[in-house]
């Protein structure tokens, strides 16, 4: 995987797909600093995109929530955080809280190959 136009220390964003390799997430989310992460995050994902929330602790994927959304669409996520524990909500979807010691917040495009994202009204490129 390959990540463009990193954003550090927000805690919102707006993110939509324009064109999606065969893996493409264009995402917000909270995370630790580790090779084993924990993490909870939020974004668009795919050619025929959908909407998500994940979790992950220990470097796994422990949780996945997503639902169709058209072409074009834009979500907007939000990080919310109380002291160590952190939630995101996508387009008024709000995920469990996540217990998150010394997060970072990142927003993103992920991808392994040719994609363009928006993210925040800016055009991000990946190759």
Known sequence: MHY?????????AT??????????????GASTNSTRSTWIQGGVEGA????????GRDGRQVSLREWPVPPTHIARIRLVRRGDRWRVVVDGYKSVWMRIDRAHT??????????SALIDGRIVRGH
């Not at 025929?48 to 979790?55: C, F, G, I, K």
């Not at 990142?106 to 994609?115: A, P, V």
């Open 15 to 28: 993110v939509g797909m324009i064109l999606a390799a065969s893996h493409t997430a264009a995402w917000l």
């Open 48 to 55: 025929h995109p959908y909407a998500y929330v994940e979790r």
């Open 106 to 115: 990142i927003t993103t495009l992920e991808t392994n190959g040719r994609s």
């Open 4 to 12: 463009f136009g990193l954003i550090l220390g927000r805690r919102m």
